[in-house]
């Protein structure tokens, strides 16, 4: 029996198909967490660019749309567990497909540290102790443990968080979005288009680039509507709207989110000075006093919580579909299925220690949000466009989609604009921006990529395990 849509080779699918459209949608919308990136990366986005800071939602939107709607298509023809690797598998080849795999893996990996770092600070205020470096890395820890618990139960369980995640989100966004504009607004929409000083005497570009990681880290997720496609009724359908629709909700919430908390902020020379270090925090006790802070505090740690989940299980998948396809070392462990639960539970493992181990390496390095939070948005990017480019190439040498969901003749325009947004992201996350640090913590974003790729490829030409696995390779370039 093959998967639907799988084509011909395939083996046959150990997941339930548990997983309804909602809930598809509501694990893109909490793995791509408008409240997530904002209240992670709103002091730093606006200290570094000022207010201006919020269109880099509107321009990383826009280009990750594009993307989506390339994923849409292969989604539809490939609905296979672990997205992008079985993409670039059956897209372009079984090489190419690896080192996808590869990158993306270890991106998610730093991905579900960032998020549970993120939410350290939260979890210190809500509890009422004084946040410091070594209790972040212990609260990002904990929360990771509590999350691969939840995924341990299931699909189903897996759903249910995604939809709470969903709801907590949806309330962390708008309903404290509309208390801030109607009870704790200074300014007008006209603070949009004025740097408040940022730039100093020069161009304002280079300034907002710098700001832009606030709108790169958030369009990401929507992916997680493909990585568990096996587990999807009608996943040709479902997952391509999923993935729109998490682009257009997510987005708007978390532009919304942004809108509010800025136009909340009193002083943006103080924020940009750094005098007031902690904006978000500020605002949310001038505005609700200290109980209500606390309880948006509560709801914000549901929405880094969802989060975590969401990037487990898209993890554990691509780590599961990785070892059922013999990629990868340890594959006959990582590729036990637990039939009781209907998960791969030593790839969930490695998805709940390796973040662990690496939020306690953070501890060597100075802002270790900021560096963590770009190596996993560079190593995200990458992949994707890894994708992208597989998918511009098959089409040059004749691949026409066949899957539910088809872009028809705006395809190829559509691959290319989605391919030049990845390679200018790339190049902006990477681009160093502390000359005054030593040299390999200005450019330990580009370092840790390199570390990554390199190994890689010495371990893929040295195991040639990249050649195992029966699973159809270059399958959608016509023979």
């Known amino acids: 029996m093959t998967a639907p849509g799988a084509g ?46 919020i269109w880099a939602f509107v321009m990383a939107g826009c280009g990750q749309f594009l993307v989506a709607l390339v994923f849409g298509e292969v989604v539809a023809q490939y609905p296979v567990a672990g997205g992008v690797y079985p993409w670039a598998r059956r897209l372009w080849g079984k090489r190419w497909a690896w080192m996808t795999g590869w990158v993306y893996m270890w991106a998610l990996l730093v991905t579900i540290t960032s998020v549970a770092y993120g939410a350290g600070p939260y979890i210190a205020i809500l509890l009422g102790f004084r946040p410091t470096v070594h209790t972040t890395v212990l609260c990002t820890v904990a929360l990771i443990v509590i999350a691969v618990l939840i995924n341990y139960a299931g699909t189903k369980a897996l759903s249910t968080a995604a939809l709470i995640g969903f709801s ?66 009608h996943p040709g359908k479902v997952i391509p709207k999923a993935m729109r629709r998490t682009i257009y909700v997510g987005g ?16 943006y020379r103080a924020v940009i000075s750094g005098e007031d270090s902690d904006p978000v925090v500020r605002v949310l006790f001038d505005a609700l006093g200290e109980a209500g802070a606390r309880t948006v505090m509560a709801v914000v740690l549901i929405s880094f919580l969802s989060c975590t989940i969401s990037l487990q299980a898209a993890a554990g998948r691509l780590i599961y579909s990785y070892a059922r396809d013999e990629m990868i070392i340890g594959h006959r462990l990582l590729r036990t299925f637990s039939a009781a639960r209907a998960v791969p539970p030593y790839a969930l493992l490695v998805a709940a220690v390796v973040p662990a181990l690496i939020a306690v390496g953070s501890l060597i390095s100075t802002d270790a949000l900021t560096k963590i939070v770009s190596f996993a948005i560079l190593g995200i990017y990458g992949a994707f466009q890894m994708v992208v480019l597989a998918a511009l190439r098959a089409r040059l040498k004749g691949w026409k989609p066949s899957g539910e969901y088809r872009l028809g003749r705006w395809g190829l325009l559509v691959n290319v604009g989605a391919l030049a947004y990845g390679i200018f992201a790339v190049v902006n996350i990477a681009w160093p921006r502390t000359p005054e640090a030593a040299w390999y913590d200005n450019w330990i974003v580009l370092l840790s990529g390199g570390v990554v790729v390199v190994a890689g490829l010495v371990y893929m030409f040295t195991t040639h395990h990249y050649g195992r696995g029966d699973a159809p390779s270059g399958s959608a370039v016509p023979g």
Request: contains cysteine; proline residues 4%; negative net charge.
């Open 252 to 267: 708007a919430a978390a532009t919304f989110t942004c809108l509010t908390l800025l136009l909340a902020v009193v002083d």
């Open 168 to 233: 907590a989100e949806l309330l962390g966004a708008l309903v404290v979005g509309v208390i801030l504009l109607t009870t704790h607004r200074f300014h007008g929409l006209g603070v949009l288009f004025d740097d408040f000083g940022a730039a100093g005497d020069g161009s304002y570009l280079p300034v907002f680039l710098g700001a832009a990681i606030i709108g790169f880290y958030q369009y990401y997720g929507f992916e997680a509507c493909g990585d568990v496609a096996e587990e999807v009724k």
């Open 8 to 53: 011909a080779g395939e083996k046959k699918s150990e997941f339930r198909k548990e997983m309804g459209p909602w809930a598809n949608f509501a694990l893109g919308f909490t793995y791509l967490s408008p409240v997530v990136s904002t209240y992670t990366l709103f002091g730093m986005a606006l200290a570094d660019g000022g207010p201006p800071m």
